[in-house]
């Protein structure tokens, strides 16, 4: 079975870099036709897809976040990681990893695995 594990800050510094890794076991990021995604959910509000790295390398950016972020994976390790710039408090949400078969998916069930997810708090 694929797990996913979120890891990272729980709180970051307005205007600082937020970097979180994605760790999977029972799998490979490199399985064909797969993405591996980064989504989050704001206190009170519904899941926002933000990007995804596909099992080839290439990666795939949400328009609205595409300025801030940037993915990417370390194969060696089974990991890929989520880099987001600039952050302010609106950025607080927590964060999650999942695997799918399609880019900018925001339901659960569009994704056949989920990671925990992880609280990252925007704050001075």
């Known amino acids: 079975q694929v797990q996913l594990q979120e890891s990272g800050p729980g709180l970051v510094k307005p205007s600082q870099t937020l970097s979180l890794t994605c760790t999977v076991s029972g799998g490979s990021i490199t399985t064909y036709s797969y993405y591996w995604s980064w989504i989050r959910q704001p206190p009170g509000k519904g899941l926002e897809w933000m990007g995804a790295?596909?099992?080839?390398?290439?990666?795939y950016y949400s328009p609205s976040l595409k300025s801030r972020t940037s993915i990417s994976r370390d194969t060696s390790k089974n990991q890929f990681t989520l880099q987001l710039t600039s952050v302010t408090p609106e950025d607080t949400a927590a964060y999650y990893c999942?695997?799918?078969?399609?880019?900018?998916?925001?339901?659960?069930?569009?994704?056949?695995?989920w990671g925990q997810g992880t609280q990252v708090t925007v704050s001075s």
């Open positions: 999942a695997r799918g078969l399609r880019l900018g998916a925001t339901t659960r069930y569009q994704y056949d695995y």
């Open positions: 790295i596909a099992n080839s390398g290439s990666t």
